[in-house]
């Protein structure tokens, strides 16, 4: 089944980023997020740590010392299935839908 890896961002309004998996989902986040903050309202140290985990690759780091920084919200989901008509055909929801916990009546488990 195929997925998908996402973030939101809780600024106002919140930022949604989605990508095919984790590892580009860290990238983007390292480059549209972490890396697009403006260094003159964090303290000199902060910029410095973050910059340094950006040109070492460590994009969890960094994400996480700019959460730490800014008191910014990130959540991230790893992988979220994407449901496809081949999966889900219009033709046979019914017959599905019938086997589902809330068409078994109480009767039916004993």
Not at 34 to 52: N, Y
Request: aromatic share 8%; glycine share 4%; proline share 5%.
């Amino acid at each position: 089944m195929a997925g998908v890896a996402y973030a939101v961002v809780h600024t106002d309004p919140p930022d949604v980023y989605l990508a095919e998996n984790v590892d580009v989902l860290a990238r983007v986040l390292a480059l549209e997020v972490v890396a697009r903050t403006d260094p003159s309202a964090m303290r000199p140290g902060a910029v410095a740590g973050l910059r340094k985990a950006l040109l070492d690759e460590r994009w969890a780091d960094a994400l996480s010392d700019w959460i730490d920084f800014t008191g910014t919200v990130v959540d991230v989901y790893t992988h979220i299935h994407i449901f496809s008509d081949d999966q889900l055909p219009a033709n046979l929801i019914g017959a599905q839908l019938q086997f589902a916990p809330l068409f078994r009546d109480r009767e039916e488990k004993n």
